[in-house]
Nanobody
Framework: QVQLVESGGGSVQAGGSLRLSCAAS????????MGWFRQTPGKEREGVAA????????YYADSVKGRFTISRDNANNTLYLQMNSLKIEDSAMYYC?????????????????????WGQGTQVTVSS
């Protein structure tokens, strides 16, 4: 069982930055592929970024490439999402998610149903 707790959301003006964190419980954290997803009211939850267990490989949605950076600290069981050059359309509830995967890889990284554990979410609001 893995418990995930997100933090770091808030309100920011367009062009600004935020860093989200996700603290994970459990002693096999490095075996999990970790992802960030977001959702706005009335829309489906979408993948933002993912990172393999060892942190070697990362994956991004086209809409955030070059602006967002996913990283992880396996010594402290923490996942991060650095968000720069934020746009109004980045406003959403952001969720971190974990999936147990052999060698911690992330095939089909943005498929929601492959993730076993979800946090409660942290709100990001970007204004003009």
């Amino acid at each position: 069982q893995v418990q995930l707790v997100e933090s770091g959301g808030g309100s920011v003006q367009a062009g600004g930055s935020l860093r989200l964190s996700c603290a994970a419980s459990g002693n096999t954290y490095s075996r999990y592929c970790m992802g960030w997803f977001r959702q706005t009211p009335g829309k489906e939850r979408e993948g933002v970024a993912a990172i393999t267990g060892g942190g070697v490989s990362t994956y991004y949605a086209d809409s955030v490439k070059g602006r967002f950076t996913i990283s992880r600290d396996n010594a402290n069981n923490t996942l991060y999402l650095q968000m720069n050059s934020l746009k109004i359309e980045d406003s959403a509830m952001y969720y971190c998610a974990a999936r147990a995967a052999r060698f911690g890889v992330c095939p089909d990284w943005n498929s929601l149903n492959l993730y076993n554990y979800w946090g409660q979410g942290t709100q990001v609001t970007v204004s003009s």
